[in-house]
């Protein structure tokens, strides 16, 4: 299998909103990468509310979900659902399973306000498994669905707590039945939206990391090819942390507008993508030698600066420089002395603009 076949059979099993799992990776983890015999428990969790939001708004409570999820539990999670989500605990330590379902409980409703929900903010629920119990895939998709409905039914804040295989969690075949189909369509959905998603950041819109490789590569050759010059531009932003102090959607609002200020900027055949998951972006400038790569980078600060006094809180960028062929006679060459200048600026002070020092042939 090339790295490409690799990469696209990986990525069919991410879903690309919340970069997480998907239920086809979640299917895989029960068949293959669990000891069905073996002491384990589930921790499963629907989002209520969703429903009830804007799309946007659902998107960021999607996200901030899966980064809870992250952060508290110490294993992989899945998104198995539109608004669901699960992750296995192994071992016998059940105990210490349900007091992790309960801090996970505690945070997210702690947080939920800041995404404009109420609590409970999630119906969750974590199931025992002592290794004697049926557990093929069907079998734990309706123990799962079962207790979630279980524990929204019952409203408590904290985690409900259930032995897999209770008659009170049992759940109507049909009824699993429908569910799955539907949550296969919604998969379908997923993959065949999944070649434009992996290309794009969730949060900006914009193209990502994967995609600017993409096209660096393409601009490269073309300048290779051709004998012309191009710039690449990486731009950071300067002391943005107080964004993601007030909330989650204002650190996102505030990536949203300052994309919208770059591109505004910007000539219609350059390029410009969000670098990473951070706040860098990275432009692409044809046809643009150091001088006008300089101009443009001056231009760029300069807008962020004025247009930033009217948001809660100014924000300046630091940007560094390198083109082609003088800083570099490849593409990973050129990223990286780019990606140097913009470390120096910062160094220096921030609010800057650094251009690259001269690349010596190889």
Known sequence: MTSLELYADQN??????????????????????IDRTAPRSFITLDLNGIKRLEREQGDQALRWMAL??????????FRIGADDFAAILPGADHIRHRQMADRLAARLNHDAGRIGLQTPVVALAVIHYQGSEPATPADVLGELQAAVQAARAQGAIQAL?????NAETAVDMRALSNR????????G????????LAASDPVTGMPNLRAALQQIDRTFRSAVDTGRLFSI????????????EV?????????????AVL??????????????????????LPETGVSGAATLAERLRRKVEETSQFWPFPVTISIGIATYPQHGHSSEALVHHAEQANRHAKASGRNRIVIAAISMPQ
């Open 12 to 33: 069919v099993r991410i879903d690309q909103l919340t970069g997480i799992g998907n239920l086809l990776a979640f299917a895989d983890a029960l068949l293959t990468n």
């Open 189 to 196: 959905v997923v993959l065949e939206q999944s070649q434009h």
């Open 263 to 284: 591109r505004e900027q910007l000539r219609p055949h350059d390029f410009l993508a969000r670098w990473r998951v951070g706040d860098e972006f990275l432009i692409l």
């Open 233 to 244: 531009l990486m731009v950071d932003g300067d002391n943005l942390r107080r964004y993601n």
């Open 161 to 165: 707590a259930v032995q897999a295989g």
């Open 180 to 187: 799955l189909v539907g949550r296969l369509v919604e998969l």
């Open 68 to 77: 809870v999820l992250r952060e508290e539990l110490p294993v992989p999670v």
């Open 247 to 259: 909330g989650y959607a204002a650190g996102d609002r505030m990536l949203i507008d300052l994309a």
